[in-house]
């Protein structure tokens, strides 16, 4: 099994609302990330989750807060997000450092919209 | 400041021709150099992956090509299909860490029947 699962596959929150993206793997991959992509742009990294605990938080505000409840699941809690916060977010898994090489996997993103 | 640049951002292709993209690297700490494809609304997926200690790699009809001095590297395909269609971006990263990657800003390829 070489799938990363995000769920909702698409979204429409309010910039009050409170809501949660979901990203699960079962490769038995130790680092985790989420990555924003805007439109007809690349991705660029937001987190970096490596054995459980936050490594790298690319200096995203703070509306967006990462959660790594085991080494499975990662979850992207957003509040009070902006319309320019409208993007297809992206989870990615792959070993930690240390834990043997293998590619980046990544899910079929969450496409949210704020409005 | 952008440390991956890829070129060209969009390119027209016949059927059964070769595509070719090309990406530049800034940062010589970056030691694994990917290619991802991605159709609308779908997740990036690894292609093919190249590290500095060769210089070229192929994979069915994908071939990397790799420069270490020039610091570039390039994505050939040969025998385009309509199904390539899609967004190519080159990354770039450092091995051991193959998921934090800098992306280039991605190149259209569009294959014409």
């Known amino acids: 099994d070489t799938e990363v699962t995000q769920t909702p596959k698409h979204l429409v929150m309010g910039m009050t609302n409170k809501k949660s993206l979901k990203c699960e793997q079962h490769?038995?991959?130790?680092?985790m990330y989420w990555y924003k992509q805007k439109a007809k742009k690349p991705p660029e990294l937001m987190f970096v989750?490596?054995?459980?605990?936050?490594?790298i938080n690319e200096s995203v505000p703070s509306r967006f807060s990462p959660e790594c409840p085991n080494s499975s699941l990662l979850n992207l809690h957003l509040h009070a997000l902006q319309p320019e916060d409208s993007a297809l977010y992206l989870c990615?898994?792959?070993?930690?450092?240390?834990?043997?090489?293998?590619?980046?996997?990544f899910g079929q993103g969450t496409r949210l919209t704020v409005v | 400041q952008q440390q991956v640049k890829q070129s060209p951002q969009s390119l027209i292709v016949q059927k059964g021709g070769i595509s070719i993209i090309n990406c530049a690297y800034e940062n010589t700490a970056f030691d694994y150099f990917p290619w991802y494809q991605q159709f609308p609304g779908k997740g990036p997926a690894l292609l093919i992956a190249i590290r500095p200690d060769v210089s070229e790699k192929k994979e069915g009809r994908f071939t990397i090509s790799f420069n270490k001095s020039a610091k570039q590297f390039s994505l050939h395909i040969m025998d385009s299909q309509p199904g390539d269609s899609a967004t190519y971006f080159c990354?770039?990263?450092?091995?051991?860490?193959?998921?934090?990657?800098?992306f280039g800003k991605g190149t259209k390829l569009s294959v014409k029947p």
């Open positions: 990615a898994s792959s070993q930690a450092r240390g834990g043997g090489n293998t590619e980046a996997f």
């Open positions: 490769m038995g991959h130790r680092a």
């Open positions: 990354a770039a990263s450092m091995w051991g860490s193959q998921g934090n990657l800098i």
């Open positions: 989750y490596s054995y459980e605990k936050l490594s």
